[in-house]
């Protein structure tokens, strides 16, 4: 098992100064290498989900464990080794540092856990070229075209194998075709390395190429009919 997720409580304080609560209890869990989509209306807490199982927010109540690592009793330095280690997170929009070339950009989870900028650099350039993306290896984020920052935004969440990877509306902007492509490639690398995928969507195509479909509505999860 790559994620146990038990009874996870999140409400957020709102603006009028009530509580809105966001997830009710939700019970998941995902086995090693299982590529599991979640969708949902936009508003149901698919982000609030996936950001709380991958430490990037905190909750109420319930418990998370990541490889039996219990992330709320994590502190925050641990947490962020934890994440460093363990998970790649790809966010709808990319969020690669643009004074940074592509290379450089997957090489920074490297670099940030310790490694050396020659073993950094050998790692960079082998999940570039199995992400298809090697030829753009020395270009500046600006000079890509959005499927391609994609591209690299996924080299870096991989870049470390971490045991899962967490997507958030990873195409969300990318035609269709292109979509196919990118998240072919992500599943065909996913397999070989038993990564685990979990990934919000509204696109029911790329739903569809994940090996399960779970529904977020008022708060929890249910399988797709
Ligand atoms: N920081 C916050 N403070 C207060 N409310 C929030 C906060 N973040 C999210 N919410 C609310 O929580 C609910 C769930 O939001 P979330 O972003 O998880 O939805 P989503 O399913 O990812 O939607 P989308 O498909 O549009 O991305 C929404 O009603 C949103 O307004
Ligand atoms: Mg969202």
Redesign the pocket.
Same mark, same amino acid.
């Given at each position: 098992m790559v994620l146990k997720v038990s009874g996870l409580n999140k409400s957020? +304080?709102?603006g009028d100064g009530t509580f +809105?609560e966001?997830l009710k209890g939700i019970d998941f869990n995902l086995l090693k290498g299982e590529s599991v989509a979640v969708m949902?209306? *936009?508003? *149901?807490?698919? /982000? /609030?989900?996936l950001n709380c199982v991958a430490g990037l927010d905190r909750f109420n109540s319930g418990q998370v464990l990541l490889l039996d690592k219990d992330l709320s009793s994590l502190k925050d330095k641990d947490l962020g080794l934890a994440r460093n280690r363990l998970l790649g997170f790809v966010f709808q929009f990319h969020y690669l540092l643009k004074d940074f070339s592509v290379k450089e950009n997957v090489m920074m989870p490297c670099l940030i856990s310790g490694e050396t900028q020659s073993r950094a650099e050998e790692r960079a350039l082998s999940i570039l070229e199995k992400i298809r993306l090697l030829h753009k290896a020395e270009s500046f984020p600006k000079q890509l075209s959005g499927g391609e920052q994609q591209r690299a935004a996924i080299a870096r969440a991989l870049v470390m194998n971490p045991s899962l990877l967490v997507m958030d509306?990873p195409t969300g902007n990318l035609d269709e075709h292109l979509s196919d492509d990118i998240i072919a490639t992500v599943l065909k690398f996913c397999k070989e390395n038993n990564t685990g995928i979990l990934m919000?969507t509204?696109n029911s195509k790329i739903a569809g190429m994940m090996d399960k479909i779970l529904r +977020?509505k008022e708060g929890v999860l249910w399988n797709q009919e």
């Open positions: 957020y +304080l709102q +809105l966001v949902g209306e *936009s508003g *149901s807490g698919k /982000t /609030t989900f509306e919000a509204h +977020l």
